[in-house]
């Protein structure tokens, strides 16, 4: 079965730290960029960072650059989000999503993880 | 960074009914765009790429057209399954891929 399936978050005071991570099965990981998309409580969705095949490249939103990292393992078909100094506009559902793409094209995210949910509050 | 504008916020439709959403970029985007359906406490899913394509599994009900800056997608002959919320995404243009606010599709 093709899935994405993620650990990690809870809640954590600003200024914290937490790391997601995201397992995927059914499918050659190593073929596909991936992403993390959030979404805050009763909002719409945000794309926050992606990252690249082999993982040499990472692209982040700015409402987290500097302060989240996304990382790679191909050899355990995972990846990950390191959150650090965290804020409270950062409390949201954490999403894996893999990239859909024929070639260089992304069209798309075709496999979610089931969700994670991260809070910052003091 | 390439602002996706939806509209209506929400759409009331009676089951059997037909059903049209708007997606609008700030900038010509060509046919890259994602259309998503998402239900309470899931995740999204894929329904349309590539504009007008398509996801695998998804009915032939879902139609999704336009092309640089306007999009619609089409829902004929609404199911019960089909309310809730759709997002469009534009693939166009990192930093980064945008989504669209949504668009609430409820039970007249």
């Known amino acids: 079965e093709v899935q994405l399936l993620q650990s990690g978050g809870g809640s954590v005071q600003p200024g914290g730290s937490l790391r997601l991570s995201c397992a995927a099965s059914?499918?050659?990981?190593?073929?596909?960029?991936m992403a993390w998309v959030r979404q805050a409580p009763g909002k719409g969705l945000e794309c926050v960072s992606m990252?690249?095949?082999?993982?040499?490249?990472?692209y982040y939103a700015d409402s987290v650059k500097g302060r989240f990292t996304m990382s790679r393992d191909n050899s355990k078909n995972s990846v990950y989000v390191q959150m650090n100094s965290l804020r409270a506009e950062d409390t949201a559902v954490y999403y894996c999503a893999k990239v859909f793409n024929t070639g260089q094209v992304s069209l798309g995210f075709d496999i979610w993880g089931q969700g994670t949910m991260v809070t910052v509050s003091s | 960074e390439i602002v996706m504008t939806q509209s209506p916020a929400t759409l009331s439709v009676s089951p059997g009914e037909r059903a049209s959403l708007s997606c609008r970029a700030s900038q010509s985007i060509s046919t890259n765009l994602a259309w998503y359906q998402q239900k309470p406490g899931q995740a999204p899913r894929l329904l349309i790429y590539?504009?007008?394509t398509r996801a695998t599994g998804i009915p032939a009900r879902f139609s999704g057209s336009g092309s640089g800056t306007e999009f619609t997608l089409t829902i004929t002959s609404l199911q019960s399954e089909d309310f809730g919320l759709y997002y469009c995404q534009q693939f166009s243009n990192w930093p980064p891929w945008t989504f669209g606010q949504g668009t609430k599709v409820e039970i007249k």
């Open positions: 590539d504009a007008s």
């Open positions: 990252i690249s095949v082999s993982g040499a490249s990472t």
């Open positions: 059914g499918f050659t990981f190593s073929s596909f960029a």
